[in-house]
């Protein structure tokens, strides 16, 4: 075998490696949350109206406040953190803070348009309770 097609066997086999360590890696340590397609549309179409560029990162959160204890926030920032949990979910990237990484996991953002209105919704399983109007929760 000549020395290139040594050379480029080796660094298939190796590609194939690394992908396979990558969906170990995703199948031991799922995404801390899961965006709907829809939510994923609506946040590619926010950053696409905003003209953000395609470095900027999506922040959810949690927050103290609301009647049930807890809040859940989402806002645009520059970069992730130095200590964030950071997911990439078909092209946006998507930071954790570790505060909020305990309440989140599991969680899946999806958005709604109603008659009563558009927004993004939060299907949390650790929620143990949330307040009526479904904007906070206590885990």
């Known amino acids: ?6 050379s ?11 992908a396979v360590e990558e969906a170990t890696r995703e199948e031991e ?5 899961t965006l709907t397609p829809v939510a994923l549309r609506e ?8 003209e953000m560029s395609a470095d900027t990162v999506l922040r959810v959160k ?3 406040g609301g009647c049930a204890g807890f809040q859940y926030h989402m806002g645009l920032e520059e970069e992730a953190g130095p200590n964030d949990e ?6 946006v990237t998507i930071a954790v803070d570790e505060f909020s990484a305990q309440y989140i996991d599991g969680v899946t953002v ?6 009563a209105g558009r927004g993004f919704t939060f299907d949390n399983p650790q929620a ?12």
């Open 110 to 115: 999806d958005f709604v348009e109603s008659i």
């Open 86 to 91: 950071v997911m990439h979910i078909d092209g």
């Open 1 to 6: 075998m000549a020395p290139e097609a040594s």
């Open 29 to 33: 340590f799922p995404p801390l949350l």
């Open 8 to 18: 480029a066997v080796m660094e298939e086999t190796a590609t194939e490696e690394t």
């Open 62 to 64: 949690v927050v103290g």
């Open 128 to 139: 143990k309770s949330t307040c009526g109007c479904g904007s906070s929760f206590n885990a």
């Open 43 to 50: 946040v590619k179409q926010i950053l696409k109206e905003q």
